[in-house]
């Protein structure tokens, strides 16, 4: 067999090696005697892997069936032990007549590269580590605004999906946003930030602080944005309460000043009845003062209640019997104002609650029905009808009354602090210790009302506070 054996075949710079086809060296290069030593007749098992045994997976037994050339990534030892990671190229050395004689490989050093490489999956994986616990939420958009790219925290909050459209994860609509800082980035390749408020994977809404920045490919072509968002859900609730704190202070400041008037109005007509004895001068005085101490009682205890955050007592109740009980404390005042309050039990009204907070929530609704008939003059009688309806899951108080009603701007702020529609004689706390009272339970409430016609709340409770 004539084999190679001229300048070129020593200096090519990667090992080459000439194998009979039981994998016995008979020539090698002087790069490779360099490495492994001088191993000619040895086999290329003992010298590449330093093992007794073939390869289980040898390319020579490739090359007797199909003979081609095959390339194929190894680790090889050198003579000090020392591995080499090497691509290698094996091909077969026909004789005359085109059959495989021999084995000639040709394997490259790319040990360099492998460790290359190997740092960079390390930096991948620490940065995209980093991508992924970065205590924000991390999405990058194409320009049809589809995800193609998103960290942990906004699959865990939003469950997006690549391909995804953002404004369906986000907002849960079909239609882009009309005003979106990512396409804004996409048109003049600046930094946008905005102030959004989107709706988690279970509907929850969210308070977001948004900043979106464009994404350059190599030729500086904007392909995709990213935008980070931080929760400030928290913070936005902060200033909220801070301001209702500002409204309940300034309305507490004007309540007070009201029933401070109508205590010294009263005390100059007690004053006035006791000087010229006059019993008529003296009672109507006397019912002014009692009049504003029990607005003092009320607004006192409405603002106790409101300010301190409670973990609802629960116990077993029968919200008939204690609806019951509240329609008998107002019938005789019902009665005198022409009013007919109905109330229609149900078998199934029992739950677990607070009772106190029940009993205040359930005074408060029919009180403010009863003024609201009261206040009416357009009508000869009225009705307040009281129901309670259940499933397996909630209880259902329902208050209608057919009073003065409300508009839609009074409704709208129905719940805002320190609002009353009863004017200087309320204090503005009765409905907003309704809800409070609701949300403790785990409750929604609802109203419907129309100006003239009359009111509706609608109070759901679970059964089990969860």
């Known amino acids: 067999m004539n ?3 001229n300048n070129l075949f020593d200096e090519t710079p990667c090992f080459i090696s000439v194998h009979d086809l039981t994998g016995k060296i008979l020539k090698v290069n002087k790069l490779f005697k360099e490495t492994f030593g001088d191993r000619v007749d040895d086999f290329c098992y003992r010298v590449y892997k330093q093992r007794e045994e073939k390869c289980s997976v040898c390319p020579m037994d490739n090359i007797q069936h199909v003979p081609k050339i095959y390339t194929h990534e190894e680790v090889f030892f050198s003579s000090h032990g020392e591995p080499i990671h090497v ?3 094996t091909s077969p050395v026909h004789d005359e007549f085109g059959n495989p004689i021999a084995v000639m490989e040709m394997a490259i050093d790319n040990s360099e590269t492998k460790r290359l490489q190997r740092k960079f999956e390390e930096n991948s994986e620490k940065y995209r580590t980093l991508y992924d616990e970065v205590p924000c939420y991390i999405s990058v958009q194409d320009r049809n605004f589809r995800i193609i790219d998103s960290n942990k925290r906004f699959q865990e909050e939003f469950g997006g999906r690549r391909g995804d459209f953002c404004y369906k994860i986000y907002k849960h609509r079909e239609t882009q946003c009309e005003i979106c800082p ?3 980035a996409f048109e003049d390749g600046e930094v946008h930030s905005s102030e959004e408020i989107v709706a988690s994977r279970t509907g929850e809404p969210i308070n977001f602080l948004v900043y979106v920045a464009p994404l350059k490919d190599a030729n500086g072509d904007i392909n995709s944005v990213m935008e980070m968002s931080t929760n400030i859900t928290q913070v936005r609730k902060m200033q909220s309460n801070l301001t209702t704190l500002g409204q309940v202070i300034s309305g507490m400041a004007h309540s007070i000043k009201g029933i401070i008037n109508g205590l010294d109005g009263g ?3 007690v004053e006035s009845g006791l000087k010229k004895n006059n019993e008529e001068t003296l009672k109507k005085g006397w019912d002014m003062v009692k009049r504003n101490i029990d607005r003092i009682s009320h607004l006192v205890l409405d603002m106790l209640y409101f300010v301190k955050d409670r973990i609802p007592e629960l ?6 019997e204690l609806c019951k009980e509240i329609c008998e404390q107002f019938a005789f005042k019902c009665q005198v104002k022409k009013i007919d309050l109905k109330f229609s039990p149900n078998d199934t009204g029992f739950f677990r609650g ?9 005074n408060t609704l029919i009180e403010n029905a009863v003024d609201a008939c009261c206040w009416d003059n357009k009508k000869e009688y009225h009705d307040i009808n009281i129901k309670i309806e259940s499933d397996s899951n909630n209880i259902y108080l329902i208050i209608s009354d057919n009073g003065i009603g409300m508009s839609e701007e009074t409704r709208s702020k129905l719940f805002s602090s320190m609002f009353s529609t009863k004017g200087n004689s309320g204090t503005g706390f009765g409905l907003m210790v309704v809800k409070k009272i609701v949300d403790e339970h785990g409750g929604e409430i609802y109203n419907e009302t129309k100006e003239g016609i009359g009111t509706t709340f609608k109070i759901k409770l679970p059964r ?3």
């Open 354 to 362: 607070d009772a106190k907070e029940i009993y205040t929530m359930v």
């Open 3 to 5: 084999l190679p054996d």
């Open 267 to 269: 005390i100059y007509i």
């Open 464 to 466: 089990k506070i969860m």
């Open 182 to 184: 990512v396409a804004l």
């Open 315 to 320: 116990e077993e109740i029968d919200l008939n």
């Open 87 to 89: 691509l290698v190229n």
